[in-house]
């Protein structure tokens, strides 16, 4: 067991409630930094189980404000601090450059300038993103491999990884970045794609919807699941020096692949014909049940991630556990549990945002 204390941004999202239950598992003290409102958000639930864990705290305070980062880093001592907090749903950051820019980039640099300042023995982690490789330059990705961004976000993950490297080298400060590769969870918002494809699939089933309506389905990532990685995000501060890994399965798979591994696994085999934005797919009874729509496609599209996990499996022994298949089933059996669950409630089941 021991008696470090932790901070993590971000900690209501996936990645932060997977991390938060891994560091209290190992006797951790964390704190959870959250942003005060007015209202209690909907991620909260994702904490909810841990909120009786006298080890588990939130602190509050904002990305985009220095002082109170500040403060949290003074009130806390941190041994160790995982900045996850972002604005981290892509096709937003095309909408919203400026805010991503400062949230998701600024937002490191200030987490990185309170640790200077306040608490310079504490290590620090920085979610890094395989949308930094973009437009990528070589299959697959590695540690080596140049960034070329097709998004806001993605520049501002750069941003965020290039002042990590600065500060660590500049400051002696041990500051490392995790880039990690798609990982999705039944924890993962509904907003995001792979989550869009499970949940419909589950209302589909239900009776709920009749079509799922998509962007490219040929766009291939490397997907894992999001509980195996957070390993990797602690096993990276258990280090003797501070180094910046590719966190990823190694294997790729196509949208199209999700969603057919999704419908097949509520009983309904697809068959797919067109092209480009003109895709649709229909079941065993002839039924539409997929069509893709011009508005759902990116303006810079990524059409292939894929990395390589040789570095982080030879120097940290880390070895994700759950397949790609594993991973889908999990996620359309908890979204066929919250839809049944509404179904007997007698209310809508959720609905994934457009």
Not at 86 to 111: H, K, N, Q, Y
Not at 258 to 283: C, P, R
């Amino acid at each position: 067991m021991t008696g470090k204390v932790a901070m993590i941004t971000g900690v209501t999202g996936q990645d932060g409630s997977y991390l938060a239950e891994l560091l209290l598992e190992k006797g951790y003290n964390v704190y959870g930094f959250v942003r005060r409102v007015s209202q209690p958000t909907v991620g909260r639930n994702l904490i909810n189980h841990l909120m009786s864990n006298e080890k588990f705290h939130l602190i509050n305070g904002d990305l985009t404000d220095q002082s109170s980062i500040d403060n949290a880093v003074t009130a806390c001592q941190p041994d160790e601090f995982y900045n996850l907090g972002a604005m981290s749903f892509v096709p937003e950051s095309w909408r919203s450059p400026m805010m991503t820019a400062d949230i998701t980039g600024l937002g490191a640099l200030r987490c990185l300038e309170a640790i200077r300042k306040n608490a310079p023995d504490c290590r620090y982690y920085q979610a890094g993103s395989s949308e930094q490789f973009g437009k990528v330059h070589e299959v697959p990705q590695t540690e080596e491999t140049p960034f070329h961004p097709r998004s806001p976000y993605g520049c501002a993950k750069v941003f965020a990884f290039e002042i990590t490297r600065n500060y660590r080298e500049s400051y002696d400060m041990f500051a490392c970045t995790g880039i990690l590769f798609n990982h999705e969870s039944p924890r993962r918002g509904l907003e995001f794609v792979t989550r869009k494809v499970t949940m419909t699939a589950a209302r589909i089933a239900h009776g709920f919807d009749e079509n799922l309506w998509i962007g490219n389905v040929e766009a291939k990532r490397d997907w894992g699941f999001a509980g195996d990685y957070v390993e990797m995000q602690w096993r990276m501060l258990q280090q003797d020096v501070p180094f910046d890994y590719v966190v990823a399965t190694g294997r790729t798979h196509s949208v199209k692949d999700m969603i057919n591994l999704a419908f097949s696994h509520v009983g309904m085999i697809l068959t797919w014909s067109g092209e480009g934005v003109d895709v649709i797919a229909t079941d065993q009874n002839d039924v539409v049940r997929v069509r893709t729509n011009p508005k759902f496609f990116r303006p810079a599209e990524v059409d292939l991630l894929i990395g390589d996990p040789a570095l982080s499996r030879k120097e940290l022994g880390w070895v994700p556990k759950t397949s790609f298949e594993e991973l889908v089933a999990m996620m359309v059996d908890s979204d066929m549990a919250i839809v049944e669950e509404a179904v007997k409630g007698g209310y809508a089941p959720p609905i994934p945002p457009e």
